[in-house]
């Protein structure tokens, strides 16, 4: 059975940094898109960022471009998200998910996605 588990969230002053690792259990992500999302209180889900599994093409949100950085390492099955400096506005539960390779896309990264983590909460203190 497909298991994502993130980690690496946690409470971390503004301009801080944190990495989030996004671990894949019971199928192989090689052929995977992977993308990163969150949600803050009271809010939509909203994309953050996503990574194609040939060329690995990334795709960010703009309210993170220049501060958040995907990356993936198919030999460990992990999908990572560099976040520096971080806002009070980053502060959300983040979720990776999985997608088709594929899968239908708008502005590079899938519109459905299939396989979901249970989350992971950052906190960015102003």
């Known amino acids: 059975q497909a298991q994502l588990v993130e980690s690496g969230g946690g409470l971390v002053q503004a301009g801080g940094s944190l990495r989030l690792s996004c671990a894949v259990s019971?199928?192989?992500?090689?052929?995977?898109?992977i993308g990163w999302f969150r949600q803050a209180p009271g809010k939509e889900r909203e994309g953050v960022s996503c990574?194609?599994?040939?060329?690995?093409?990334?795709y960010y949100a703009d309210a993170v471009k220049g501060r958040f950085t995907i990356s993936r390492d198919n030999r460990k099955n992990t999908v990572y998200l560099q976040m520096n400096s971080l806002k009070p506005e980053d502060t959300g539960v983040y979720y990776c998910a999985t997608a088709h390779p594929h899968a239908v896309t708008v502005g590079g990264c899938p519109v459905q996605y299939d396989s979901w983590g249970q989350g992971t909460q950052v906190t960015v203190s102003s």
């Open positions: 019971g199928f192989s992500l090689d052929y995977y898109i």
């Open positions: 990574i194609n599994s040939s060329d690995r093409q990334t």
